[in-house]
């Protein structure tokens, strides 16, 4: 598989994992306090080809992740749920399989802005996504269905959202996320 945008990572390691599973070219920040140089650079791949971002499904990630989105609010997004990127209790794209990756990466979400609320605060309680005991759980589950990755309720509600998740979409990942929770 060869991805035409520029897919943008935390560390060198992370690089070489994609370099495994795709034809691509990769930006690494070097962390999340990315240097004037490296911003330099990804505002050049963003011109001229554009870029994906792809962190870490941990708190870092997010972080890096809402930095990038900020400065580069064309840039698409591609999640990778925490159990694939997990191993021996270190998170990371390191240690994603070549298969998730891809898989990540055709499920690329861009940011919209649309003024329909796809679900509303007062969904997301009726769904349990916010207020239960279950609800982190759920919210991993359903970003992962959704490929929008995991998130606490605020960001959760703001990806559902922004990255262009339809009614439909979000309704049939809810129907079996119920089905397999047995609901």
């Known amino acids: 598989m060869q991805v035409k945008e520029v897919i943008v990572v935390e560390g060198t390691h992370d690089r070489d994992r994609i ?6 070219d990769v930006l690494v920040t070097g962390g999340s306090h990315i240097q004037k140089d490296v911003f330099d650079r990804i505002e050049r791949a963003a011109q001229a080809r554009g870029i994906i971002v792809l962190t870490d499904p941990d708190y870092t990630g997010n972080q890096i992740r809402k930095a990038l989105a900020q400065r580069f609010p064309e840039a698409k997004h591609a999640y990778i749920a925490r159990d694939e990127a997990l ?16 898989a990540a990466l055709q499920k690329v979400r861009a940011v919209f802005w649309h003024p329909e609320v796809v679900m509303s605060w007062s969904e997301m309680q009726s769904f349990g996504l916010v207020g239960t005991k279950k609800a982190a759980q759920r919210r991993e589950k359903l970003g992962a269905r959704l490929h929008i990755g995991y998130a606490n309720a605020k960001t959760f509600y703001q990806r559902i959202n922004a990255l262009g998740v339809t009614r439909a979409e979000l ?3 809810l129907f079996a996320l119920d089905e397999e929770e047995g609901h």
């Open 19 to 24: 370099l495994q599973a795709v034809v691509a």
């Open 171 to 173: 309704e049939e990942a």
């Open 87 to 102: 191993k021996k209790g270190d998170v990371g794209v390191e240690n994603a399989s070549p298969e998730a990756i891809r």
